[in-house]
């Protein structure tokens, strides 16, 4: 029995594993990984869009090596420089009023307590999100993700209402001119005057009149949890304008807007650090993790002292969270981004690899979509209809025997995950444009 034999065997069954021949990965050097035959891969899911700044980055490692040596753990109940320091630097990403931070470990844990700080400050209990949306597994958030393949038969979702996917590919409504980025949707005619956009309209329409039919004789909603752009969906993009339109309608009525930028924080679109920037958008709580840390294990909740201080009428605290290893490790990646520019490489890089995608003539590609280094490429077959899960599990294999490693998504799983470390060069786009082009020709 070899060691990826042995291995399977003592990890659940239902544990996701992304190829049919699994790899063993032994070494990380920025945007490259090693498997354990020596074999050299260009990796551009990050270990699910979480390595931002690139495997093993010195900066990054030196400040958890010198952290080690000094202090390893104490939990919130004795402040530690480092926790002081880094919730310094990373509010400072933020305009007021969003200036108080709580530290945990993961995402999940962070639309957790999202959630929970919503309800505490608003008094109500009913939660919003989208369809497709994906929010972790917690039981308490697993009611927010709203997609089936991820959802096991347990009780959840208690009082959280969905509503239509703002979606100008697939959904109901979409043009060729409604997303903020380089590449739009092909054969969806739009005839919207500029600064207009119809499609945005009506979700924005939609989602008032889910508000007026659901609460109107309640409460209201507690809060409304979205991603700025969606992941695990399959990198789907709202129309221009949608969410800030949206956000406003649950603040009108009472409730909070919670920004769930997990994968689209840190720089990653390019145009802004954060993803709700791109749609000018104003939330009240944020949440963030996986790039945060560049690997190690940490996510966080940002809100405004309005929100928190309510919750401060129980006892809380995490007892990892924000720690000392966690917090040096997410100050140097934050100096990392600022010194080596890499929310400008996100925008220049991923412009020419979006625009790089759209050019290949290729049918089986329906759609290429998205901003900055968070990309997604839906394939499909030739009527339209989702390329058959056996093709497309086929392509991604192929990626992954030439040398490149992507990420896939979308209900159907027909979308290909492109995001790279934030470090990739236009050098590396054009290996993965080729590889992409040659795997798809293969199985199509």
């Known amino acids: 029995m070899n060691r990826i034999t042995a291995l399977r065997s003592l990890l659940p069954k239902g544990q996701v594993s992304y190829y049919k021949d699994q790899l063993l990965i032994v070494r990380g050097d920025r945007q490259f990984l090693f498997d354990s035959n020596g074999k050299k891969y260009l990796d551009f899911f990050g270990g699910i869009v979480t390595v931002s700044v690139g495997h093993c980055h010195p900066k990054v490692n030196d400040a958890l090596k010198a952290q080690v040596d000094k202090l390893w753990h104490t939990t919130s109940i004795y402040h530690t420089e ?139 909603p507690a809060a409304y949890l979205a991603e700025s752009i969606q992941g695990v969906g399959g990198t789907v993009q709202y129309p221009k304008g949608f969410l800030e339109r949206a956000y406003k309608a649950v603040q009108k009525r009472g409730g909070v807007a919670i920004a769930d930028e997990v994968q689209t924080g840190f720089g990653r679109l390019g145009s802004h650090f954060w993803g709700f920037q791109s749609q000018n958008a104003k939330p009240d709580i944020v949440t963030m993790a996986k790039g945060i840390g560049n690997g190690f294990p940490i996510g966080a909740v940002v809100t405004t002292k309005e929100i928190a201080d309510p919750f401060s009428k129980s006892l809380y605290f995490n007892t990892y969270g924000g720690n000392p290893l966690a917090s040096a490790v997410g100050k140097a990646v934050l100096e990392v981004i600022e010194e080596e520019k890499l929310q400008d490489n996100c925008a220049e890089v991923g412009d020419y690899f979006l625009k790089q995608l759209a050019a290949l003539d290729e049918p089986a590609i329906g759609d290429v979509r998205g901003k900055g280094l968070m990309i997604g490429v839906e394939l499909n077959e030739a009527d339209g209809k989702p390329l058959a899960p056996a093709k497309s599990a086929a392509i991604f294999e192929e990626t992954k025997n030439r040398g490149l490693l992507i990420g896939k998504g979308g209900i159907y799983g027909n979308v290909l995950r492109i995001k790279p470390p934030m470090c990739i060069t236009k050098k590396d786009v054009d290996f993965a444009v080729d590889i992409i082009a040659q795997s798809i020709a293969k199985f199509k």
Not at 183 to 209: H, I, L, M, T
Request: one cysteine or more; glycine letters at 10%; a neutral charge.
């Open 82 to 220: 480092p926790i002081y320091e880094y919730a310094q630097k990373l509010t400072s990403k933020f305009d007021d009023p969003l200036k108080v931070v709580f530290f945990v470990n993961s995402g999940s844990e962070a639309n957790d307590l999202a959630l929970a700080l919503a309800r505490n400050y608003t008094g109500r209990f009913d939660v919003i999100s989208m369809r497709n949306g994906y929010h972790g597994m917690t039981q308490t958030v697993l009611g927010a993700t709203n997609l089936g393949n991820w959802k096991p038969t347990i009780p959840h979702g208690f009082n959280i209402f969905k509503t239509l996917n703002a979606d100008p590919y697939r959904g109901i409504w979409g043009g060729a001119n409604c997303r903020d980025g380089p590449v739009q949707v092909k054969n969806r005619p739009c005839d919207c005057s500029p600064g207009q956009c119809k499609a945005s309209d009506k979700y924005v329409e939609q989602f008032e009149d889910m508000l007026l039919h659901d609460f109107s004789h309640s409460s209201g």
